[in-house]
């Protein structure tokens, strides 16, 4: 029963996804609970915690993206574990200590950064080539549902914040349980170079040098400065579209109708993600071209922006006018989904396997510096203009990294036939090793 469980395809990847889901849940976690925290620990600045918390994270999923690449993935994920969960067991045993609540969540961010590197590493060698594109969906799933998840648990608790810390820490624990189940598979296992070999092993790990000849890659550039651009705008909605909702400006709907509302249009996200995850699949394999991802990635995310902005020229109070507007944001969401799955399938299709836990973290810190800057921007911007002349405004950047999709299109080609003499090479390396073994 414990090897079918291992060996199962679905199980693996279930956990994997659940990394992803509790790194984002451990960031939001306070949120919902702000007041009764500051309350707690006497503390009225809790603000600047979250801050370190942030920072320490930024600093340490490039640190963590080093080791993954560099040592035993398992031993990591073990480890990275005990270094939250721990402190998040103190921050719920003792509510009412500052020092402890601002320790703990500064070794809440070491270990929790930990998780997105381990993720990327791994997928790359679960997921079989086939099926990368819609695999790697369920990544962007964990993580667009992992914020709203920490919310709402830090809710669930409110009437006794520090539970949520427990909640959390328990959580912890039945996923360091369940590695215990995990096979970790060879690095690039996966990969079609390596398949046929059958006493398989992947000996190479990161050096410096070559993390740095990864990083000349036009493609990896793209990814990474698509992905800075396309947070900007994707944060705005995110943290201003249900006030927006609730103000004259908008619906004037209550707080309850609006994010109703919102979760509602945005939700064609969700759907987004498996179905272009598939596309890419399929016409990349139809002809064998893996541009053909970046092609539909460009295209999505400039239809995105235009159906966002038939949308806000649309709203007004009237029914029908209300209806066209959730009906193209609808459009707007799923499309823009596109980007997603294709950006991480593209990065394992121009990367070694000992560059993806490096080469994820640092999507992670182009991501959440996209979210830094929307945020600060929207806070600016929404004291001098309406919110629909900022949504609007916000647009260009879905149009600037579609503009950085299309410019590495042609770019792919080069980069993939580079990767691909240094597969071939290490295939020889491989095989060679592996007769010397047998004899």
């Known amino acids: 029963m ?21 790194s984002g849940i451990g960031v939001t976690l306070p949120i919902p609970n702000i007041v009764n925290i500051s309350t707690s620990i006497n503390f009225r600045y809790l603000g600047f915690i979250e801050a370190a918390f942030v920072l320490i994270s930024i600093l340490f999923i490039i640190i963590w993206g080093y080791l993954v690449d560099k040592f035993d993935r398992k031993t990591l994920l073990f480890f990275s574990i005990i270094i939250w969960v721990f402190p998040s067991i103190l921050i719920a045993s003792f509510p009412f200590s500052l020092q402890i609540y601002f320790i703990g969540r500064i070794f809440m961010a070491i270990g929790l950064s930990a998780l997105s590197p381990l993720s990327y590493s791994m997928l790359g060698d679960y997921a079989v080539y086939q099926e990368r594109g819609f695999i790697s969906s369920g990544l962007n799933l964990a993580w667009v549902g992992s914020s709203a998840t920490g919310i709402l648990i830090g809710a669930l608790f409110s009437f006794s914040w520090n539970l949520s810390f427990a909640f959390i820490a328990v959580l912890g624990i039945i996923l360091m349980i369940c590695q215990f189940f995990l096979i970790i598979p060879e690095r690039g296992r996966q990969e079609p170079f390596f398949v046929k070999i059958e006493n398989y092993h992947y000996p190479f790990r990161i050096t410096i040098s070559g993390i740095i000849r990864t990083l000349h890659s036009r493609t990896i550039l793209g990814l ?17 579209l249900i006030s927006f909702f609730s103000s004259g400006e908008g619906l004037m709907l209550n707080i309850g109708q609006a994010s109703i509302f919102a979760l509602v249009i945005a939700s064609g996200r969700a759907l987004g993600y498996p179905i272009f995850g598939k596309i890419g699949d399929y016409f990349t394999l139809k002809y064998r071209e893996p541009k053909v991802r970046a092609i539909i990635a460009a ?83 929404l004291n001098l203009y309406s919110y629909i002349e900022v949504f609007i405004f916000s647009l260009v950047f879905y149009l600037i990294a579609a503009f950085i999709w299309s410019l590495t299109i042609s770019k792919i080609d080069v980069d993939r036939s580079q990767i691909k003499i240094g597969m071939e090479s290490r295939k020889s390396i491989i095989q060679t090793s592996d007769i010397n073994s047998a004899s």
């Open 2 to 22: 414990l090897q079918r469980i291992r060996n199962h395809y679905f199980f693996p990847l279930f956990l994997l996804f659940s990394l992803v889901l509790l």
């Open 224 to 240: 990474l400065v698509q992905g800075f651009f396309a947070l900007i705008p994707g944060t705005i909605f995110t943290y201003s």
């Open 299 to 381: 295209i999505c995310m400039a239809g995105q922006a235009i159906f966002f902005f038939i949308a806000f020229i649309t709203l007004n109070n009237n029914f029908l006018n209300v209806i066209m507007f959730a009906g193209f944001f609808w459009i707007g969401s799923f499309i823009g989904a596109a980007s997603g799955p294709n950006r991480t399938s593209l990065m394992f299709e121009v990367s070694f396997p000992e560059h993806r836990g490096s080469l994820g973290s640092l999507f992670s810190l182009t991501d959440q510096l996209g979210e830094v800057f929307g945020l600060v921007f929207s806070t600016y911007v």
